[in-house]
């Protein structure tokens, strides 16, 4: 990966899958049923570090990526947040006092286990294997913080935004000086590169996409890199669609993630040689499996041949995704040329 990201066009591309560390295999399922919760699972570092390797002792990917959540940051500020089995995250909905009393860093301490847990992979992991870290986009992370769960459109996350936008300003704020923190932490860590996930950037329109979405993440990326200046970065603004060739240009990512429907020849032709592409498989594809999989393996090779190019999901992969169909993927991958 760190040579499709240097600026090479390699004849097979490089493979991982997003969220592939979890619920689909059956070794996460028996140590995730070991421990109390799902946050004690990402903060206690020698079964983060198991949960991380086991998919690459099952398949041939390319990358491990740190096994955590996005929302360890607002933890990491002193907000309550939980995970619900089978409801997803809970958070105390942050109010005007709330944000006036965000610290400016994150706190001393609550975060070094999943650092710790960095360290391990790295150690454990084969050098030719490279270890992804990441972190939730300031705008994704504040939609959880504000509506305190997430909700099919981040409703309430766009009126505070249109309302208060200075007060909403304060929030990004913080939360991109701490996206910075932490992401430096995991570079220094061993992170060989990061990525950057804004699951909700879609929903923007055009301006707020600029104010919430572009400018946080060109501010957390120059300053990673004032404290790193070689990091490796990708970002991935799911549902970015047209405004994604803004994106790469203003951001100064080293590659861009490309959800599904996002025809990945045309974004090719915006954004293409300018950084390195990711992507862009739709995951209920991946789990459908037979022909329609083969069909799509072949059509993203043949949109992407001579080019800069990590071959991924769209999205992160689903946990009723056959264990046979990310095997029949690999497969394919690995005997295509580009």
């Known amino acids: 990966m760190a040579r499709v990201l240097a600026g090479e066009s390699l004849d097979s591309p490089p493979l991982w899958l997003m969220r592939q560390a979890g619920r689909y295999l059956p070794e996460y399922r028996e140590i995730r049923q070991s421990v109390g919760s799902f946050l004690e699972l990402c903060f206690t570092p020698k079964l983060a ?15 491990a990526i740190l096994f955590s959540d996005i929302l360890v940051v607002p933890l990491a500020l002193g907000r309550q947040v939980d995970f619900v089995e089978g409801e997803g995250p809970r958070l105390d909905p942050i109010d005007h006092e709330g944000i006036d009393a965000l610290p400016h860093r994150l706190m001393t301490g609550k975060l070094d286990p999943v650092y710790e847990t960095v360290s391990l992979v790295r150690e454990k992991l084969d050098l030719s294997k490279s270890l992804i870290g990441f972190c939730g986009a300031p705008w994704t992370v504040a939609t959880y913080m504000v509506a305190g769960r997430s909700t099919s459109d981040q409703a309430p996350a766009r009126l505070f935004a249109l309302r208060e936008p200075q007060r909403f300003r304060v929030l990004i704020d913080r939360l991109v000086s701490v996206s910075i923190e932490y992401l430096i932490g995991q570079l220094q860590a061993g992170a060989d590169l990061v990525q950057i996930f804004d699951s909700w950037a879609g929903i923007l329109g055009e301006s707020e996409f600029t104010s919430w979405c572009i400018e946080p993440t060109r501010a957390v990326v120059a300053g990673v890199r004032r404290a790193v200046p070689d990091a490796r970065i990708i970002g991935f603004p799911k549902g970015a669609g047209f405004l994604i060739e803004r994106y790469v240009q203003e951001t100064g990512v080293d590659a ?4 599904w429907t996002e025809p990945l020849d045309q974004v090719r032709r915006r954004v293409g040689g300018k950084v390195a592409m990711q992507g862009n498989l739709d995951p209920l594809t991946l789990v459908a499996g037979g022909e329609a999989l083969d069909k799509a393996i072949d059509d993203i090779l043949a ?27 690999v497969s394919q991958v690995r005997q295509a040329k580009q």
């Not at 949960?51 to 099952?58: I, K, S, Y």
């Not at 861009?256 to 959800?259: Q, R």
């Open 49 to 63: 570090c198991e949960v991380t390797l086991q998919p690459l002792r099952r398949f041939d990917f390319d990358a």
């Open 303 to 329: 949109s992407m041949r001579g080019s800069r190019f990590i071959f991924n999901l769209g999205h992160g992969i689903v946990p009723q995704t056959p264990i046979a169909h990310v095997e029949r993927l």
């Open 256 to 259: 861009v993630g490309v959800d």
